[in-house]
C-alpha cells in the first residue's frame, strides 16, 4: 500500500512564497510519477504540476507556469512545490498524488492517480 504525504501549507500574504512537500512510500519500487492538485469548494480538483522520475520532465498548468516550480529528491519520492508570487486565487486546498512511474494517462487527468494525500490548505491574504 503506497501513502502519500503533504507538508507545508499554511497562510501568506499576496506576492510571497510557500514550499510544499510531499512524501510517497510503501511499494518496492521506490520512485513515482507525482503530481499536484488544488481544489476549492464547488470547483473540480484541478492539476497544477507534476514531474516523471524516468526523465525529469516537469509539466504545470497555465494558471501557474512561471510561478510555481516542482521538483523532486534523488530518490525520486519525494516531491516539492515551490510557490512565488502568490496570488489571492491561490488559495485553495493543495493534494499530491501519485502513480507508478510508467504508468500511463495524462499528467493533469485526477483519475490517473491511484494515490492520494489528505491535503494541505494554503491560505493567500490580499
Known amino acids: 500500500q503506497v501513502q502519500v504525504e503533504e507538508s507545508g501549507g499554511g497562510s501568506v500574504q499576496a506576492g510571497g512564497s510557500l514550499r510544499l512537500s510531499c512524501a510517497a512510500s510503501g511499494d518496492k519500487y521506490g520512485a513515482y510519477f507525482m503530481g499536484w492538485f488544488r481544489q476549492t469548494p464547488g470547483k473540480e480538483r484541478e492539476g497544477i504540476g507534476a514531474?516523471?522520475?524516468?526523465?525529469?520532465?516537469?509539466y504545470y498548468s497555465d494558471s501557474v507556469k512561471g510561478r510555481f516550480t516542482v521538483s523532486m529528491n534523488n530518490n525520486k519520492n519525494t516531491l516539492y512545490l515551490e510557490m512565488n508570487s502568490l496570488k489571492s486565487e491561490d488559495s485553495a486546498t493543495y493534494y499530491c498524488a501519485a502513480r507508478q512511474p510508467r504508468a500511463g494517462g495524462l499528467w493533469h487527468d485526477k483519475e490517473s492517480y491511484p494515490y492520494w494525500g489528505q491535503g494541505t490548505q494554503v491560505t493567500v491574504s490580499s
Open positions: 514531474m516523471s522520475p524516468l526523465t525529469d520532465n516537469t
